[in-house]
């Protein structure tokens, strides 16, 4: 730092020793270096800006809904991996957002908050703001099951019984089995709302209802141990399956974009096992008319809002 220091001090003796004319020439040549310097930082500032304006642009953070069929940890480990592909497909970032309730996930998707979502047929068809990209090609059955060694045999024993059922709102598993079994059959349950399938399979399995109320999809997807356990006694009329959907307001560029990159990805292995989980076996193109149909079913009378 002294020899520094002296160095400045000699050098600073030395200008003032220089003619006046030789200091004003320093002091200009020191401040046309200045004025270059700054020159070539604008120009690169100019270049450089439309450069990052295009990268941020390319790359959308988009919100994906999922009504919560299983338990929340579940949940993300099915549907994480999944977005995870998406977004390495497709250059976007998806934030998974599973609620802990079913009627969480309705009050949301009333509001249009998710950019995509997973659910329920009739929640798209309801809901008037999204338009579905990809389904199973399966359609969807709903199902109505006691204990294997249940003293009931025919739906007519189940009046004034208890039903476990996911939601309310729960298309197979709900609204359409509580449709079925009061203008078919005659039969009205008392509904216990146990918020996940799985748990609606366990209650009835431990006796905490007389039966439930779930989905063919749901009921493969329990452990060997849970499904010798119970038996099904009735099945649904066919309705087309869960759609991951987007909103109206995704560009059709970009839904044509996000539903091509997920069906490619379907179509790997990678792609089948993942997708299994869901579960989705056969993943197809989805569109909005498929799920019309269930207007005519008259099942707005069995629809809750805002209950759990």
Not at 259 to 278: C, I, N, S, Y
Request: proline letters at 6%; a positive charge.
């Amino acid at each position: 730092m002294k020899m520094i220091s002296l160095s400045y001090r000699l050098s600073r003796r030395h200008d003032l020793d220089a003619p006046r004319h030789a200091r004003q020439g320093m002091i200009f040549l020191q401040g046309l270096t200045a004025i270059m310097y700054f020159s070539r930082w604008l120009l690169a500032s100019i270049f450089l800006l439309p450069m990052l304006v295009v990268t941020d642009c390319r790359a959308n953070t988009y919100t994906v809904g999922v009504v919560p069929q299983f338990e929340i940890r579940r949940m993300f480990q099915i549907w994480q991996p999944i977005l995870n592909e998406l977004g390495k497909r497709t250059g976007d970032h998806f934030i998974l957002e599973v609620p802990l309730t079913v009627p969480d996930f309705e009050v949301e998707l009333d509001k249009g908050t998710y950019d995509f979502i997973y659910a329920n047929p009739y929640h798209v068809m309801r809901a008037k703001k999204y338009i579905p990209l990809v389904k199973d090609k399966d359609p969807l059955h709903g199902i109505l099951v006691v204990r294997k060694d249940s003293p009931i045999h025919t739906l007519k024993e189940l009046d004034g019984k208890t039903l476990a059922i996911p939601s309310p709102n729960a298309l197979g598993a709900s609204l359409l089995l509580r449709a079925d079994l009061e203008h078919l059959y005659g039969v009205k349950m008392v509904m216990v709302n146990c918020r996940t399938h799985s748990s609606v399979y366990l209650n009835v399995l431990n006796k905490l209802t007389d039966a439930g109320g779930g989905v063919e999809k749901t009921f493969d997807g329990q452990s060997q141990a849970v499904r010798d356990a119970l038996k099904i006694i009735y099945t649904t009329r066919d309705m087309p399956s869960h759609p991951f959907a987007a909103h109206q307001r995704i560009p059709k560029a970009v839904r044509e974009k996000i539903r091509g990159a997920f069906l490619t990805f379907a179509a790997t292995p990678a792609g089948k096992t993942l997708l299994d989980e869901v579960p989705m076996k056969t993943p197809v193109p989805a569109f909005l008319d498929e799920y019309m149909v269930m207007r005519k079913w008259g099942l707005e009378s069995y629809w809750v809002n805002g209950q759990d």
